[in-house]
């Protein structure tokens, strides 16, 4: 509507900087480095969180090419040589080439066979299940990612940050959280926000809402200028560009120049979720979504469909490797989804909803190694229900090992708190 | 009724029923209020948008006519005149390919200009919530360009019908068999895919690269007719109940999907592709032959009482509180299970019902009703769409595409980020400075809310400084962002 021309540095900004801390809350971005703790503390460890929507079929995320009934499965979207080897069993998507140089340089790691207690194959419920880390539907009101900034935040000063401009259940909860996407500035000579905070003080959902938004669109501005010093090619990102990540695209030449702009798009959002995570006082714990795996038609293989969602994903990751720059050594990102699809290739070139599909670990944290977990295989006795690859990992027990390993959250916690009723899923250790 | 309580109800009949009060709207609600919003139901449906006018059927053949003379990769015809063409002028294909994404912008601006001008707020609130129950996302350009007219053809003449017409003719209409891949399914063993097996095992080589590729089940559209549309997640099926389901539905597709002399987009039912035999759903036998048969299985589950109670608790979420009065639900299952379904019957109940009138307002607006209600309030309508789609998209609620077919969210939490606060200010900021037009913010205020204007934001807006500013004001309050 409005081109709001950036304010001059300084007195704006501090401003609305003054305005959010009447909330208290603009601490957590304004905190100076006096707080940081000795290099390699707990205090520098930094986790992200992707959540891929839709069932992301695992079985041609990291394909299992060197098991025996792996192509007879799969058919015509089977991987072939084209994909990235691990190892004598799996083979990377070539669409995650980036990726796969982690890997090779022991900074990735696949959990092949992992699925959330979920087993109703709707995505809703799996995805609310995966995201409140409830061991049934409906289990909980709150994220896991949101009970874990509540429980460190006992012990120390931590925040968190959603990409996006909603809330995904993951991080929605009690403690507070910032969140943020791509955008115009915040025209921070004007009243508004300032009338409005005044306006908002007795609202419980709106008052803490606007003055986090604002402390967050500050540190915004500081967290593109580092970015665009870093490399004058990673400019800010800008909301045109965005657009173009969502799938409303043609195919052929004009599909092609519209996924390599997604594709940009996509990595400058991950070089900005780096930025704002080098900064002072910046999240140290962040949630990014990516839609579109619900692949039942032309699912693809090394082209197509699914890998045009995977060359996304490869770019933001990629994006968060290079803008972490020096504290990528301290940072775990882990990808996961709501459900893996079928074994077999059903009647259309896709794959329905299945149950166990692959997490991807990625960060200069990890401990080199192999896969995580155990590989069930395919035969059609090992399918769980004859149909879908089975989970040999709870989920949960992935998270709860990171969580305690790598941020120090406290074990009784993940069993109960974090993770209700989950002792079951025992914590899967020594990945970090 | 006494006058304040008339007062206060015609403010909630015209923001929570409604899609926020124009000038003058809520002194004309104040008479009756609930006579008002009983006299927007009406048995012929919601209003249809001033579009193009374009079937689904002729959205499809178009989009396929294009895609074959673009795979004919002829060499383009250079246009007259170099150097200031765009790239659209000198490209026929890049031309043809604007033009289909311009029919689908002029669909969602018709779509909002109905909802900003319109006098039946109730009507259109009512019909876009069924537009989200049975939601099909434009996640490309092909669902894209037939989203408009799917909600013409299949939803808006039948939302104040009974519930198995709105069913049968959403879960039949193109656009949502080509969303969730109905179009494709295909019976293993029906005749298309035995003749497909002996053309392929056959001499019939010339054949084969058309007929060989995905023949067979997809189970999408079956699932999600009974999670999301009928009996609900809980609604007590089985993964086997859902594949039955789908073989059931086989046979209804759309032309132009492998069949011959058929035309391109108009809805089929193709005996051909029909799996064969008797299913078993939820329990029950069904041996009826062809179409019949899923008509008949889209009956029952549409008469459960699992479905009355999914999609009435669906409706109270939508209109009353996110967590809405158990009351509620009950009330307005009575008047479903009473009238077998008769929409128009759950609406009035809705009116009725006392537990919609609580005075706080307990639901945080969508981005598309926090948009729509300041062009509401300000007595505008918006003339691009380049006015509401990006804010939109920026707001988290993309034009027609909800990026699932759950469709959007009714929870205020995932609406009420920190980001989407900032983001519908600075909106709010420009909106107000082009909008506010030399009027008194003070009596917008009172036009736009009535008797839910608090002291507080009264008093905000008579000492802003600026007339944009006191308009910002109302836009950004508490009580404007809820209903």
């Known amino acids: ?432 | 009724m006494a006058a304040t309580d008339r007062e206060l109800k015609a403010a909630i009949a015209a923001t929570r029923f409604g899609l926020g009060a124009r000038p003058g709207e809520i002194a004309e609600a104040s008479r009756d209020p609930q006579g008002w919003l009983k006299a927007q139901i009406r048995r012929e449906g919601g209003d249809l948008p001033v579009s193009g006018g374009e079937t689904a059927a002729q959205r499809i053949a178009d989009l396929r006519e294009f895609q074959q003379q673009k795979r004919m990769e002829r060499p383009a015809v250079a246009a007259t005149g170099t150097g200031q063409a765009s790239p659209e002028q000198r490209d026929p294909v890049k031309l043809a390919q604007k033009l289909l994404r311009d029919d689908t912008q002029v669909d969602f601006l018709s779509r909002v200009q109905l909802a900003t001008a319109t006098p039946a707020g109730f009507r259109e609130r009512w019909t876009l919530f069924w537009t989200n129950h049975f939601t099909v996302a434009a996640k490309n350009l092909q669902t894209a360009t037939v989203v408009g007219p799917y909600e013409a053809e299949a939803i808006r003449p039948h939302v104040f019908g009974r519930f198995i017409q709105l069913l049968g003719a959403v879960e039949t209409h193109p656009a949502m068999m080509i969303y969730l891949d109905q179009v494709q399914s295909v019976g293993p063993n029906s005749l298309l895919a035995q003749r497909a097996g002996q053309v392929r095992r056959g001499v019939g080589a010339r054949l084969q690269p058309v007929v060989q590729r995905n023949l067979g089940l997809n189970e999408n559209l079956a699932r999600e007719i009974m999670e999301l549309h009928t009996v609900g997640v809980n609604g007590g099926y089985s993964q086997a109940d859902v594949t039955e389901f789908a073989r059931a539905m086989t046979g209804f597709s759309i032309g132009g999907f492998r069949g011959p002399d058929e035309q391109a987009g108009v809805p089929v039912f193709r005996d051909l592709a029909h799996e064969p035999g008797q299913r078993l759903v939820m329990g029950v036998r069904y041996d009826q032959r062809g179409k019949d048969q899923a008509a008949a299985i889209l009956s029952d589950l549409a008469e459960k009482p699992q479905t009355a109670r999914f999609v009435c608790t669906k409706l109270a979420r939508h209109f009353v509180a996110d967590d809405p009065p158990p009351a509620l639900v009950a009330r307005l299952e009575r008047a479903w299970k009473g009238s077998d379904g008769d929409l128009s019957k759950v609406a009035e109940a809705l009116i009725e019902a006392p537990e919609a009138w609580a005075p706080q307002p307990a639901k945080f607006k969508t981005p598309y009703e926090f948009i729509v209600s300041s062009y509401r309030a300000a007595g505008g309508q918006p003339q691009a769409f380049g006015q509401v789609g990006p804010i939109l998209t920026a707001l988290g609620q993309k034009p027609f595409d909800p990026g699932s077919p759950k469709g959007w969210s009714e929870d205020a939490d995932a609406w009420a980020a920190p980001d989407g606060i900032v983001k519908r200010m600075q909106f709010a900021q420009g909106f107000a400075a082009q909008a506010v037009q030399g009027r008194d913010p003070k009596a917008l205020a009172a036009d736009a809310l009535g008797a839910r204007l608090t002291p507080a934001t009264a008093t905000a807006i008579a000492r802003s400084e600026s007339r944009p500013e006191g308009f910002a004001l109302l836009l950004m309050s508490p009580e404007f962002q809820r209903r």
């Open chain 1, 1 to 432: 509507m409005t081109a709001h021309s950036p304010s001059p540095k300084g007195h704006s900004r501090r401003g609305v900087l003054a305005a959010a801390g009447a909330f208290g809350l603009s601490l957590q971005f304004v905190a100076t480095q006096s707080f940081a703790a000795a290099e390699g503390g707990l205090e520098t460890k930094k986790f992200v969180f992707v959540i891929c929507r839709g069932g992301m079929d695992g079985l041609n995320v990291a394909a299992p090419v060197g098991d025996p009934d792996y192509a007879a499965l799969r058919g015509p979207i089977a991987l072939q040589g084209e994909a990235l080897k691990l190892d004598a069993t799996f083979a990377l998507n070539p669409a995650l080439s980036a990726t796969y140089a982690l890997a090779k340089a022991g900074e990735a790691r696949i959990v092949p066979a992992v699925a959330t207690p979920d087993r109703a194959r709707s995505h809703f419920e799996a995805q609310d299940v995966l995201e409140s880390g409830a061991n049934q539907v409906y289990g909980a009101s709150s994220g896991w990612l949101n009970r874990t900034v509540d429980s460190l935040a006992r012990v120390r000063k931590v925040s968190a940050l959603s990409v996006g401009p909603t809330a995904p259940l993951v991080l929605r909860g009690k403690a507070p959280y910032a969140s943020w996407s791509p955008g115009k500035v915040v025209d921070g000579s004007a009243r508004l926000p300032t009338l409005l905070q005044d306006l908002y003080k007795n609202d419980a959902l709106l008052g803490p809402a606007l003055a986090r938004g604002l402390a967050t669109e500050a540190m915004a501005q500081e967290a593109m200028t580092s970015v665009a010093q870093m490399s004058p090619a990673q400019a800010a990102v800008t909301p045109a560009a965005m657009t173009q990540t969502s799938p409303m695209q043609p195919a052929g030449m004009a599909g092609q120049a519209y996924q390599r702009q997604g594709q940009e798009a996509a990595r400058k959002l991950g070089l900005s979720l780096a930025g704002f995570m080098r900064e002072a006082g910046g999240p140290q714990i962040a949630a990014v979504s990516l839609d579109g795996f619900d692949t039942h038609a032309n699912e693809g293989a090394a082209q197509g469909q699914l890998a045009t969602r995977l060359a996304y994903l490869d770019a933001v990751l990629d994006g968060l490797h290079q803008g972490l720059g020096p504290e990528w050594k301290n940072t775990v990102v882990v990808v996961a989804t709501e459900f893996g699809r079928t074994a077999r290739v059903n009647g259309t070139g896709g794959t329905d909803h299945g149950t166990a599909s692959t997490a991807l670990l990625l960060g200069g944290a990890l401990k080199p190694g192999g896969i995580v977990g155990d590989w069930p295989g395919l035969k059609p006795s090992a399918l769980f229900e004859n149909r879908d690859l089975a989970p040999t990992l709870d989920m949960r027990g992935l998270f709860k090992g990171l969580l305690h390993d790598h941020l120090g959250v406290d074990r009784a916690a993940l069993d109960t708190t974090v993770f209700p009723d989950s002792a079951a899923a025992k914590p899967v250790t020594g990945l970090v």
